[in-house]
């Protein structure tokens, strides 16, 4: 996961704030800070640079090729959807290579400084241009066109992004009038935010441009990111559990934590976009063009408070708005403790699942006591769920996998200086030898990624689901604050790659993931969601195997799983619901434009909601439950069977019914 995304993780969790309906003072451009280096930054730039290039993973050479890369992620920060620069001013920023790599070896910051206090004035100029623009009469009517992802586009965009706002909440149930209002509020609200940017926000977005141009896991945390982001580490904190990041002027969804009010409401996913929040009762607040900082400040807060989250799903035509209330708890990874549950697959048999959701401290133990409760059942089969898990501590991943193997190395490690080192399960125990089946999906990452791999290259387990997110790094902290330092204030941190995870078959995870034996696709878009879609991502390559023995030639059951897996489904209407929806998904996101015309616009809204609510009824259908006319109308709590794990289940028990037949026991396997 990209560390930059997780600072606002702690914030997001921690502490208590309270923030009344303040009114809005609409400043004009002269109110503009000119932002400029403080002598914090100029103690902590050169050490940033200094670890960065002589200590990360991979090689880094600061010059105009690397240059060019620091460039195109501080457009991304600044600029992502190109409404602010014209192609010309972007050449311009390509043009000064050279002041790039001034400011990352000799720390002349002026030039960063000076495209920044730019880029602030730009986007006053567009939000005071909505402001003024925006009416319950705006015209709707032209035959104008919006592209869908600008992030390629050449120009910026006019009027034409204004009225896609506008009508994306229109569409979603708010009348003109209302509407107008709304977005004239908020872009006063985020004219009045551009005024209180401070120089340490410029330091940090070039600092983490120069990071993320390296790799998207190393980045540069200021003062109060590190110190939340430290915070975090205790996994005792108050909040609502999302991993948030900055996306252009949108605050994103990045991963849900488990066992948190965000996760328990089966409401929100990654890629949701957060454009308003609500406390107390309140009125909402727009969001748009906040800080990050700014945006978690308003939505943390004390344990058994409310926070209602206004989100919008979706791209384009069929975008989504909606509300989620939450109630603030206290977060700890351990609340979401490794569990089991019996299901009866299509023939009988009893199939025990274990859920992981992270590989939280002393997880191998828990682990170990729902395997002892699925045996005293006496289940023929294991699932062990791995889906939506991040990851977590490398040790618990050895321990883990080692409940289903005698003894053997479970990952390698190869550093920067090419030293590898093969990681181990000692314990000559195996806790369960049966029948046992990983499922992993595209947000599976690092240390499930880790386990699925050795049991899949063991031969002990058949993996089940979609790729795998692909995190093969390690990554370690460092603060940049020393003892005899004069500068009399906290210098922040930085976070940076110092090996990487190899499979023990010697391929890497990183970038390609795990890819599984029977693919069930998931709901989650891995095209979207993966290390493969992350700048800069370092790249897949392999070293020599561990020494290791199989366990069994999985390989010879693949074919036969697969034919009835495939027979099970072919008629199956919730099955087929993945992939048409995947389908459809694709269809949409190969558009390149969207009307800003109204009625088209609403034929299109108006379409995915219909398809979208027969897909709902389909799956009420095959629970036994009455048809809704609208997707609102189920209940808050309401949660649909997960299709997937019960096909999982069935494969697990086809699975054990071949072992049987063909009288494998892994425990008999010999080191």
């Given at each position: 996961m990209n560390k930059l995304l997780k600072l606002a993780l702690a914030c997001a969790l921690?502490?208590?704030?309270?923030?009344?309906?303040?009114?809005?003072?609409?400043?004009?451009?002269?109110?503009?800070?000119?932002?400029?280096?403080?002598?914090?930054h100029?103690?902590?730039?050169?050490?940033?640079?200094?670890?960065?290039?002589?200590?990360?993973?991979?090689?880094?050479?600061?010059?105009?090729?690397?240059?060019?890369k620091v460039i195109d992620r501080l457009i991304s920060y600044l600029d992502y959807n190109h409404s602010l620069y014209t192609k010309a001013e972007i050449d311009d920023m390509y043009a000064h290579k050279g002041k790039i790599i001034d400011a990352i070896k000799k720390c002349d910051l002026r030039y960063p400084f000076a495209v920044y206090n730019d880029s602030m004035k730009k986007r006053f100029e567009k939000y005071k241009f909505f402001k003024d623009t925006v009416s319950a009469d705006i015209d709707l009517s032209a035959d104008d066109y919006i592209e869908i992802d600008r992030s390629k586009a050449e120009f910026p965009a006019t009027e034409a992004e204004l009225k896609n706002e506008f009508e994306t909440m229109h569409l979603n149930g708010k009348s003109l009038e209302e509407t107008a209002k709304r977005l004239k509020r908020r872009y006063e609200v985020a004219l009045s935010r551009l005024v209180k940017q401070t120089n340490?926000?410029?330091?940090?977005?070039?600092?983490?441009?120069?990071?993320?141009?390296?790799?998207?896991?190393?980045?540069?945390?200021?003062?109060?990111?590190?110190?939340?982001?430290n915070s975090d580490m205790n996994l005792s904190l108050e909040g609502i559990g999302a991993v948030l990041f900055q996306e252009d002027e949108y605050t994103v969804i990045q991963e849900i934590l488990p066992g948190s009010p965000a996760e328990k409401s089966k409401?929100?996913?990654?890629?949701?976009?957060?454009?308003?929040?609500?406390?107390?009762?309140?009125?909402?607040?727009?969001?748009?063009?906040?800080?990050?900082?700014?945006?978690?400040?308003?939505?943390?807060?004390k344990k058994g408070t409310k926070v209602v989250l206004e989100i919008e799903r979706g791209e384009g035509a069929a975008t989504k708005s909606f509300n989620v209330e939450l109630i603030r708890d206290k977060i700890r990874l351990q609340d979401k403790e490794a569990k089991s549950k019996i299901y009866n697959s299509y023939d009988g048999k009893k199939i025990g699942v274990v859920s992981i959701s992270s590989f939280y401290t002393d997880l191998h133990s828990n682990v170990k006591r729902e395997l002892n409760k699925l045996k005293a059942e006496n289940v023929d089969a294991v699932i062990v769920d791995l889906r939506n898990n991040g990851g977590g501590l490398l040790p618990e991943a050895i321990y883990t996998t080692g409940l289903f193997i005698k003894t053997g190395p479970v990952v390698q490690v190869r550093d920067m200086n090419a030293n590898e080192a093969p990681y181990v399960d000692e314990d000559e125990s195996i806790e369960y030898s049966g029948p046992l089946v990983v499922l992993i999906n595209s947000l599976s990452a690092s240390s499930s990624e880790i386990m699925a791999a050795a049991l899949q290259d063991y031969g002990r387990a058949i993996l089940v689901g979609d790729t795998s997110f692909g995190k093969g790094t390690v990554q370690q902290s460092r603060p940049l604050t020393r003892l005899y330092d004069l500068v009399g204030s906290d210098l922040g941190s930085i976070h940076y790659t110092i090996a990487k995870f190899y499979r023990i078959n010697g391929g890497s995870t990183q970038l390609k993931g795990v890819t599984p034996d029977i693919v069930i696709p998931t709901m989650v878009d891995p095209s979207s969601i993966s290390e493969r879609k992350q700048p800069n991502a370092l790249n897949w390559d392999k070293i020599n195997p561990a020494s290791y023995k199989q366990y069994s030639d999985v390989n010879k059951y693949l074919r036969k799983l697969t034919v009835k897996h495939e027979e099970r489904i072919k008629d199956d209407?919730?099955?087929?619901?993945?992939?048409?929806?995947?389908?459809?998904?694709?269809?949409?996101?190969?558009?390149?434009?969207?009307?800003?015309?109204?009625?088209?616009?609403?034929?299109?809204?108006?379409?995915?909601?219909?398809?979208?609510?027969?897909?709902?009824?389909?799956?009420?259908?095959?629970?036994?439950?009455?048809?809704?006319?609208?997707?609102?109308?189920?209940?808050?709590?309401?949660?649909?069977?997960?299709?997937?794990?019960?096909?999982?289940?069935?494969?697990?028990?086809?699975?054990?019914?071949?072992?049987?037949?063909?009288?494998?026991?892994f425990a008999d396997h010999q080191d």
């Amino acid at each position: 996961m990209n560390k930059l995304l997780k600072l606002a993780l702690a914030c997001a969790l921690a502490g208590y704030c309270v923030v009344g309906q303040a009114v809005v003072t609409v400043p004009e451009i002269t109110d503009l800070k000119t932002l400029s280096p403080e002598s914090r930054h100029d103690a902590a730039c050169p050490r940033i640079s200094n670890y960065f290039t002589r200590a990360h993973y991979k090689i880094i050479d600061v010059n105009d090729e690397f240059a060019a890369k620091v460039i195109d992620r501080l457009i991304s920060y600044l600029d992502y959807n190109h409404s602010l620069y014209t192609k010309a001013e972007i050449d311009d920023m390509y043009a000064h290579k050279g002041k790039i790599i001034d400011a990352i070896k000799k720390c002349d910051l002026r030039y960063p400084f000076a495209v920044y206090n730019d880029s602030m004035k730009k986007r006053f100029e567009k939000y005071k241009f909505f402001k003024d623009t925006v009416s319950a009469d705006i015209d709707l009517s032209a035959d104008d066109y919006i592209e869908i992802d600008r992030s390629k586009a050449e120009f910026p965009a006019t009027e034409a992004e204004l009225k896609n706002e506008f009508e994306t909440m229109h569409l979603n149930g708010k009348s003109l009038e209302e509407t107008a209002k709304r977005l004239k509020r908020r872009y006063e609200v985020a004219l009045s935010r551009l005024v209180k940017q401070t120089n340490d926000d410029v330091f940090s977005l070039f600092e983490n441009s120069f990071a993320t141009a390296i790799d998207p896991h190393t980045n540069y945390f200021g003062p109060v990111e590190s110190e939340n982001f430290n915070s975090d580490m205790n996994l005792s904190l108050e909040g609502i559990g999302a991993v948030l990041f900055q996306e252009d002027e949108y605050t994103v969804i990045q991963e849900i934590l488990p066992g948190s009010p965000a996760e328990k409401s089966k409401k929100l996913k990654p890629k949701d976009k957060i454009i308003g929040v609500s406390q107390g009762g309140k009125k909402f607040e727009d969001v748009l063009g906040w800080r990050l900082t700014d945006v978690v400040d308003k939505i943390k807060g004390k344990k058994g408070t409310k926070v209602v989250l206004e989100i919008e799903r979706g791209e384009g035509a069929a975008t989504k708005s909606f509300n989620v209330e939450l109630i603030r708890d206290k977060i700890r990874l351990q609340d979401k403790e490794a569990k089991s549950k019996i299901y009866n697959s299509y023939d009988g048999k009893k199939i025990g699942v274990v859920s992981i959701s992270s590989f939280y401290t002393d997880l191998h133990s828990n682990v170990k006591r729902e395997l002892n409760k699925l045996k005293a059942e006496n289940v023929d089969a294991v699932i062990v769920d791995l889906r939506n898990n991040g990851g977590g501590l490398l040790p618990e991943a050895i321990y883990t996998t080692g409940l289903f193997i005698k003894t053997g190395p479970v990952v390698q490690v190869r550093d920067m200086n090419a030293n590898e080192a093969p990681y181990v399960d000692e314990d000559e125990s195996i806790e369960y030898s049966g029948p046992l089946v990983v499922l992993i999906n595209s947000l599976s990452a690092s240390s499930s990624e880790i386990m699925a791999a050795a049991l899949q290259d063991y031969g002990r387990a058949i993996l089940v689901g979609d790729t795998s997110f692909g995190k093969g790094t390690v990554q370690q902290s460092r603060p940049l604050t020393r003892l005899y330092d004069l500068v009399g204030s906290d210098l922040g941190s930085i976070h940076y790659t110092i090996a990487k995870f190899y499979r023990i078959n010697g391929g890497s995870t990183q970038l390609k993931g795990v890819t599984p034996d029977i693919v069930i696709p998931t709901m989650v878009d891995p095209s979207s969601i993966s290390e493969r879609k992350q700048p800069n991502a370092l790249n897949w390559d392999k070293i020599n195997p561990a020494s290791y023995k199989q366990y069994s030639d999985v390989n010879k059951y693949l074919r036969k799983l697969t034919v009835k897996h495939e027979e099970r489904i072919k008629d199956d209407p919730v099955a087929a619901i993945i992939p048409n929806e995947q389908v459809r998904y694709e269809k949409l996101k190969e558009g390149k434009t969207i009307p800003v015309n109204f009625e088209k616009r609403k034929l299109i809204f108006d379409e995915e909601s219909a398809f979208e609510l027969a897909n709902t009824n389909i799956r009420l259908k095959a629970m036994g439950k009455d048809p809704v006319k609208s997707v609102k109308d189920l209940p808050e709590d309401f949660e649909f069977d997960d299709s997937v794990l019960l096909e999982t289940v069935n494969i697990a028990s086809d699975y054990a019914s071949m072992l049987k037949d063909d009288g494998v026991n892994f425990a008999d396997h010999q080191d």
